[in-house]
C-alpha cells in the first residue's frame, strides 16, 4: 500500500497556531535589537559622514577668506560688504568658517589659524604680523561629537575629528 503523504485537508488545532504565532514573536523579539542596533549604526554612520563633510567646507572656506583677508575674528561673516575700518569688520577668517560648519555649533575656539613661509621661500618672514603674499595660511577645525548608538556611544562617549586646508596668501589686509 503506497504511503500518502498529502494532508491539504487537515486542519491545525488552534493550540498549534498559538504555539507557531508565539514562536515567530520571540524571533521577533531577539532579532529587533540587532535590528535597530544596525539601524542607529547607519544613523550614526551618516552623521559622522556629514559632520566631516561640513568641516571640510568650513576649512576651505576659512582658507578662502584668509588667502584675501587675514583678519581673523568678527562678530559675522558678511562677505557682500567690503571692510572700510579694520576696527570693526563685518568678515573674519574664524566668523566664515563658523558660519560654514551648518549645524553644527562650531565656535572660534574651534578654528586655529597659522602662517607659514612657503617652501620656495623659506626665509620669508611669516608670521602673524608680518605677512607677504605668498605665505601659506592654514585653517585647522577641530569638532567633537557623541554617537546616538547606545552600545557605540559606551565604547567611544567622544569621536574626534579634525581637517586642515591650507592656501596661499594673495593679497594682504588687515
Not at 561673516?77 to 574664524?94: A, E, G, L, Q, Y
Not at 608680518?130 to 556611544?153: A, D, F, K, R
Amino acid at each position: 500500500m503506497p504511503f500518502d503523504c498529502d494532508h491539504g485537508d487537515m486542519e491545525l488545532s488552534p493550540a498549534g497556531r498559538r504555539r507557531s504565532s508565539g514562536q515567530a514573536l520571540a524571533e521577533f523579539a531577539l532579532v529587533f535589537p540587532v535590528l535597530v542596533l544596525i539601524l542607529f549604526g547607519f544613523v550614526d554612520l551618516a552623521r559622522f559622514a556629514f559632520a566631516y563633510n561640513n568641516l571640510e567646507n568650513a576649512a576651505r572656506s576659512g582658507t578662502r577668506v584668509a588667502a584675501v583677508n587675514q583678519i581673523q575674528t568678527s562678530t559675522g561673516c558678511s562677505r557682500d560688504t567690503p571692510i572700510v575700518d579694520t576696527s570693526t569688520p563685518t568678515w573674519s577668517i574664524k566668523a566664515c568658517t563658523v558660519s560654514e560648519a551648518v549645524g553644527l555649533n562650531l565656535t572660534n575656539a574651534d578654528v586655529t589659524v597659522g602662517y607659514a613661509p612657503p617652501p620656495s621661500q623659506p626665509t620669508l618672514g611669516c608670521t602673524a604680523g608680518n605677512l607677504h603674499v605668498g605665505c601659506l595660511v592654514t585653517v585647522t577645525v577641530n569638532y567633537s561629537m557623541t554617537p546616538l548608538t547606545p552600545i557605540i556611544g559606551q565604547m567611544f562617549p567622544s569621536v574626534s575629528m579634525t581637517t586642515t586646508s591650507q592656501s596661499t596668501i594673495e593679497r594682504v589686509f588687515g
